[in-house]
């Protein structure tokens, strides 16, 4: 190419640039619309004069005061309800509700040419990138270690699209979470979205702990949702430990912020699973707990008038649920995948309780915590007889799954006859098959049994399993 056609080339694109810039400055932006704060019932913030979507995020400003941020959950006629994400003191009648909008997108130079205008996207962004490993973090993106400002990370929208089901992969491949129990009679899949049912005060932290340190995954995903806040840093110390968080991201909501902070470190820390899976990682997403998750829902529904319905949980707590849970699993065409663990709590050990009973119809498995094995001192305290992994047949060989029906059996036979067992009545001889339970009844509770800084790979336990099964 000659010397002139390269100046010919080059000048068009400055042309056409400062075609865009002149274009851009031209272009009127749209009005900025403001509301008036009006009513302030419980949780909930009135506004009048504003005409904005759900979900978008205002700000309401009161002089002297820092704005206080809050997100469109209803409306009624020219009433606006909103939720606000902190505290609400100070805040009175006429204060200004201003929604929050993207900043304007200037041209760039190389770029295709195109009309510029401001985005009128107004739903939450909140920074996602490599820089979060190791780090925790609030439901607003704000560290809470006190090592300093996140860094490495990009503002992303809070909200994705969901996958297509038919553009997802299957669960066919078997996932090492270190935990015997779970690796050799309840086989989680890679991509399986599985529930974690227990009372409170059975282990379940340490069990989430277990699997954060020992499970095969590439990047780790922790949402402490509405739990207390004493808890967030016994769990990130005591139990996953330096070695799991270097690979981890932690979202901490605690139990006395707002319900809409809490339902957003939820959906935030499954962005940022989906945005480490959309880059063909494999994430482990351990959420605790999906309980408090759909308790912040029902503050926000009661509050905006929404009727109750089962046991006090609105329809809309139910909605929330499949789309949460939804978003987990594999990814586009093998782009990686998210297994996911949900902790529900079981109100008085109810596991007909609303949210339990909803959950395990959504959840591809549930584990069941129980307290008599707690008290027992067996941990951890896996109850086998009543759990269940819905996928396990998918992943695991014939040969794996014929001893863990073998040990199942056993396992019932012994239950069954155990009051007769301690009450001396047991004779051997009469049945062969309780015979066998009772002499393999030590190997079993060693085979359940773990202690928390013993990993159990994912081989060793099938094939202590198969063993345990072939004895006779």
Known sequence: ?????????????????????????????????????????????????????????????????????AEVVGFAGDRAYLMPTGEVHGLASGARVVPRSTPVAAPVLGQPSHPWRRSEDRTRHLPIGDGLLGRVIDSHGQPMDRLGPVSHVHNEPLVRRPINAMDRDPVREPLDTGVRAINAMLTVGRGQRIGLFAGSGVGKSVLLGMMAKYTAADVIVVGLIGERGREVKEFIEDILGEEGLARAVVVAAPADAPPLTRMQGASYATAIAEHFRDRGKHVLLLMDSLTRYAMAQREIALAIGEPPATKGYPPSCFAKLPQLVERSGNGLNGCGSITAFYTVLSEGDDQQDPIADAARAILDGHIVLSRELAESGHYPAIDIERSASRVMHNVAPPEHLDAARRFRQLWSRYNKARDLIQLGAYAPGHDAELDTAVRSHHDMLALLRQDMHDPAPLDHSVLQLRQLAAAR
């Open 1 to 69: 190419m000659s010397g002139a056609s390269v100046m010919n080339t080059a000048s068009d694109k400055w042309l056409r640039y400062l075609d865009d810039l002149h274009n851009f400055a031209s272009s009127p932006l749209p009005l900025e619309t403001q509301g008036t704060l009006v009513r302030v019932a419980g949780l909930v913030l009135e506004a009048a004069g504003i005409r904005v979507p759900v979900g978008s995020v205002c700000e309401v400003r009161m002089e002297g005061q820092p704005p206080v941020l």
